[in-house]
C-alpha cells in the first residue's frame, strides 16, 4: 500500500539530490576562485586562459602596479577634496577654480596614461589573442568610461 | 391540508409530548460525535489518495518515468541556477580587478 508514496518520495528525493550535484559542480570554480588569496587575478587568469608562468607575470605586474596606484588614488583624493571645497565657496567659477580644474584633469590624464602602460605590460605577458581581447576590455572598463558590474557581466558573455 | 376536529391525527398530536429538558451532557455528546466522524473522513482522503498513487505507479514505465522526468528537472534547475550564480561571481571579480587598478572607479569627478 506505501509503494507508491515511497515512489513520490524517491523521486523528490533524486531531484534534489541532482539540483544539488548540478549546482554545486557548476560553481565549484567560482567557489575555488573565492578562496583564493587574490581571487581578481585568479578570474582574470579563468577568463583570459592564462598558464602558470604568465599568470606569476602578471600577478608580479600586478603587485608592482599597485602601489603607484595607491599613491595614485591618494593625490587624486586630495584634489578634488580642494576641488569640492572651491565649489562649495562660490557659484561662479573662479580663476582659482579653473586652475584647480587643470589639475585635476592633468593627474586624471596621467593616471590615465599609467593605467595604460600596465595594461600594455599585462597584456603583451598574455597569449596575443588573449592579450588583445584583454586589452579592449580593460580599456572600455578605464580608460574608454568604465561600465557598471551588470554591462561587464554582458559584455564579457559577448566576447566569449 | 388542515386537520379535522375528529381527525384521529389530531388526537394523536395531542398526546405527543416533547421532553422540557435535554439529556445531560448532550451538547458535548454532540460535538464528540462529529469530532469522531471527522478523521474517520480525513483517513478515508488520505487513503484514496494513497489508492490512486498505488493505480498510478502499478505499471514500472510510468514510475520510472515520473522518478526520470523530476531528476530531469532538478538537474536543469540546478544547472541554470548554477550558471547564473557563477556568471553574477564572475561579474563581481571583473568588478574588483577593475577597481583594484582604477583609482577613478566609481568617482564622480
Known sequence: MRRGLTIVCCGLAAAALAYGAIYFSATAGLRAERRAD????LWLKQEFKLGDAEFQRIS???AGYLPKCQEMCGRIAARNEELRELLARTNTVTPEIERKLAEVAALRA???RNMLEHFYAVSRAMPPEEGRRYLDWIQRQTVQGGQTSAATDHEMHQMQ | MSIQENDPWRERLGEW???QTLPPRFKEQVW???EQREPAARTGAWESWQGWLENIFARKAVALAYVTVLVA???TAG???GQTQEQRGN???AARYVQSIDPYYGSQF
Open chain 2, 32 to 34: 464528540r460525535r462529529i
Open chain 1, 38 to 41: 587574490a581571487p581578481e587575478l
Open chain 2, 73 to 75: 528537472a532538478g538537474l
Open chain 2, 17 to 19: 409530548k416533547i421532553p
Open chain 2, 79 to 81: 544547472y541554470a541556477r
Open chain 1, 60 to 62: 608580479e605586474l600586478h
Open chain 1, 110 to 112: 596621467e593616471c590615465q
Open chain 2, 91 to 93: 561579474a563581481q571579480l
